[in-house]
C-alpha cells in the first residue's frame, strides 16, 4: 500500500510523517485538535511554555480516551446482556 507524505505544524514544530491514505484525515483532524487546544490553554492560562502545553494537551487526551474506553467498556456489557437475554427468550420459546 501506498503511503502518503504528510506535513504536520504542531505548535511551532513541523513533523514530516508517512500515513496510509485512508488515515490521512484522521491524522490531520488529529493535528488541528491539539493545535487549537494549545491556543486554548495559552489563552486561557497565560502559559508560553510549550512543554507545559503539549503535557497539558497530552493529560486531557489521555483522560478523554480512558473516558471513553470505560463508556465503551459499559456498553459492551449492556449489548452482551440483552443478547444473552434474547437468546435465552429464543430458547424458552422454542422449547
Known amino acids: 500500500m501506498d503511503l502518503l507524505s504528510v506535513r ?4 511551532d514544530r513541523e ?3 508517512k ?4 488515515e490521512e484525515e484522521r491524522v490531520r483532524t488529529a493535528g488541528k485538535y ?21 503535557a ?8 478523554a480516551k480512558l473516558k471513553s474506553e470505560e463508556s465503551s467498556g459499559a456498553i459492551d456489557s449492556t449489548t452482551e ?15
Open 15 to 17: 513533523y514530516p510523517m
Open 56 to 63: 497539558m494537551v497530552a493529560f486531557d487526551c489521555m483522560v
Open 8 to 11: 504536520l505544524k504542531i505548535g
Open 81 to 95: 446482556d440483552k443478547i444473552q437475554s434474547l437468546n435465552q427468550m429464543i430458547k424458552d420459546a422454542i422449547s
Open 19 to 22: 500515513v496510509k491514505p485512508d
Open 34 to 54: 491539539i493545535n487549537d487546544q494549545l491556543k486554548s490553554y495559552r489563552e486561557k492560562f497565560g502559559i508560553d511554555d510549550k512543554e507545559d502545553l503539549l
